[in-house]
């Protein structure tokens, strides 16, 4: 009975921003969940990259290219979906700048990509989501945001300003965490929950390699003190996506090493 609440047989999920650093290891969870994963992004060769990794493995994987940020696309293929049962919104668009170079169109940009699109993504598959809870009781949305959606940056750890995260990051990713607490008001009657997964530091591995010193700073300020490994990603992603937390909607899950909680 406990190994069913994190397994998802027979459950279809979409993965957005699938070929990233995140966004693959959460596609691979998915996948050894039993869950058919629809692999979503703007680059399609590292799609297919990723489709022919997982099907090696004998995985169920599906390849959807095209930009969250075309919501006219986004409408049309999630309205055309027959079934959905898991939505994780992961794609964020940005160029990082520096403070002084930012203009209203790279926020207007890093908005419309992590908050805009997940609404839109969210909305249109509303059809597909209402048969999953006919088929199998619930549907789950889970939106990945950060640290920086609750805390801002502490800049004495950012020796290069090239390191530092940009301004138009944190205000996006928090965005994504009340549009979160909305849409899980809005589909809390219809059996389908909405809740937000917020990462700490989890640095690709090159970071450590390129500057020990800035990895041990920001490993330093997490109360484990140590940096996220990529796969520790995953065990909350299915916590929030199967019915291990059938009851659980509108919160926001810090998976950042007790960064936030200092």
Request: net charge positive; charged share 20%; proline share 6%.
């Amino acid at each position: 009975m406990t190994a069913k609440l994190f397994r998802l047989d027979g459950c279809t999920a979409f993965v957005s921003g699938a070929a990233g650093h995140l966004g693959s290891v959460m596609t691979r969870t998915l996948c050894e969940a039993g869950a058919h994963v629809i692999v979503n992004g703007r680059d399609d060769r590292r799609l297919k990259e990723l489709e022919s990794e997982l099907k090696r493995e004998s995985f169920s994987v599906e390849r959807a290219a095209f930009d969250m940020g075309d919501f006219q696309r986004v409408r049309a293929f999630f309205a055309a979906r027959e079934r959905l049962d898991v939505l994780v919104n992961n794609a964020i668009s940005m160029t990082p700048k520096p403070f002084a170079a930012l203009e209203p169109a790279d926020f207007a940009q890093t908005y419309a990509s992590a908050v805009t699109a997940a609404f839109e993504a969210s909305r249109a598959a509303l059809p597909a989501f209402r048969n999953a809870v006919r088929a199998k009781g619930d549907a789950s949305i889970v939106n990945i945001a950060s640290m920086y959606a609750q805390v801002s940056p502490d800049k004495r750890i950012y020796a290069k300003p090239e390191q530092a995260s940009p301004f138009h990051y944190g205000p996006a990713k928090a965005a994504l965490v009340q549009l979160t607490r909305h849409l899980a008001a809005e589909f809390g009657p219809q059996k389908i929950r909405v809740n937000a997964l917020v990462p700490g530091p989890f640095p690709r591995p090159q970071v450590s390699a390129d500057d020990p010193a800035f990895a041990e700073r920001l490993a330093g300020r997490t109360m484990l003190g140590r940096l996220g490994q990529a796969d520790e990603i995953g065990g909350p992603l299915l916590f929030l996506a199967g019915k291990a937390s059938s009851f659980v909607t509108g919160t926001s899950l810090a998976v950042d090493g007790g960064w936030t909680q200092w």
